[in-house]
């Protein structure tokens, strides 16, 4: 679990990174659109991009904290082996359904490679924004199978 939390770090800190580099890059085609009349073209194209790409890759980290929503108004009083079964069945769904994500993303990137699509301004090519998901999604369905088979340990405790 120790090699899942730290590619999850990583994938978080990519994540931060490319969120920075988009709010600087915001930042410079407001100030020249307000101040020299000069803008980025596409700039809003590159940050729905990269803002995709970030939440794809903060999704491994969010699953090893145990940061997805929980509604336990129904399970307060359930026993503490209850709750830890639907925990880890929670696990196994999340699992199962970041696994789908990953096949049908995978899907997506080969076919806006296949076909060249690009966005509209730019035509920043769309099967680098797949590429960038596919890991996360993937890392994320193996944090959630690993949760569901040796349990949460305690990455989460304090989360």
Same mark, same amino acid.
């Given at each position: 679990?120790?090699?899942?939390? *730290? ?8 994540? !931060? ?11 410079? /085609?407001?100030? !020249? ?8 073209? !596409? ?8 803002? !995709? ?25 359930? /026993? ?21 994500? /990953? ?10 490679? *296949?076909?060249? /699509? ?42």
């Amino acid at each position: 679990m120790k090699l899942l939390e *730290n590619l999850a770090k990583l994938c978080a800190i990519l994540a !931060g990174v490319l969120l920075t580099i988009i709010t600087f890059m915001t930042c410079a /085609s407001l100030i !020249g659109r307000n101040t020299t009349g000069a803008t980025l073209v !596409g700039d809003f194209e590159l940050t729905g991009v990269a803002t !995709g790409a970030a939440i794809a890759l903060f999704m491994p980290w969010c699953q090893v904290r145990r940061g997805n929503i929980i509604v336990d108004f129904f399970t307060a009083r359930a /026993s503490e082996r209850t709750n830890a079964w639907l925990d880890k069945f929670g696990a196994l769904l999340l699992a199962l359904t970041f696994a789908l994500l /990953s096949w049908r993303t995978t899907l997506g990137g080969l076919n806006a490679y *296949n076909t060249q /699509s690009g966005t509209m301004m730019l035509g920043f090519p769309e099967w680098i924004i797949y590429l960038s998901m596919v890991p996360a999604f993937t890392l994320t369905a193996v944090i959630a199978l690993s949760q569901t088979l040796f349990g949460f340990g305690d990455a989460g405790e304090d989360a």
